[in-house]
């Protein structure tokens, strides 16, 4: 599992872990019965306070992604159909949607620059 956090994107870290695991859940890259690296583990490869770990973890659990094992590690929880892959995609575009009209970009624009960002992906 791999998680990236900007301390300088203006989105508090722990919400930033709650999505990148709630999105590897739903996505399919976590699946249920694996086990999530510990708090301090997770805290000491990122750099965080293990309470912002501990407080994203808490927030899993309470929407039932993950599940609490005293004394080992966090696993994922068997979960219900979710939203369709594109589903999924449609969601987290929406905001940058929004962004484009905002900026009263032309949409052909924004998907050039979309697809050219997807092809930047493949090299």
Do not use: C, W
């Amino acid at each position: 599992m791999i998680l990236v956090v900007d301390p300088h994107s203006g989105i508090p870290v722990y919400r930033q872990l709650v999505e990148q695991i709630r999105f590897s859940v739903a996505s399919g890259l976590l699946k249920a019965g694996e086990e999530i690296p510990s708090t301090r583990a997770l805290s000491a490869k990122l750099g965080v306070n293990p309470m912002t770990v501990s407080k994203a973890f808490g927030l899993l659990e309470e929407d039932g992604v993950l599940e609490r094992r005293p004394g080992r590690p966090h696993v994922v929880r068997a979960q219900p159909q979710r939203a369709s892959r594109l589903e999924q995609l449609a969601r987290a575009l929406r905001p940058v949607a929004t962004k484009v009209r905002q900026l009263d970009l032309e949409p052909d624009a924004a998907v050039r620059v979309f697809r050219e960002l997807l092809e930047e992906e493949k090299r």
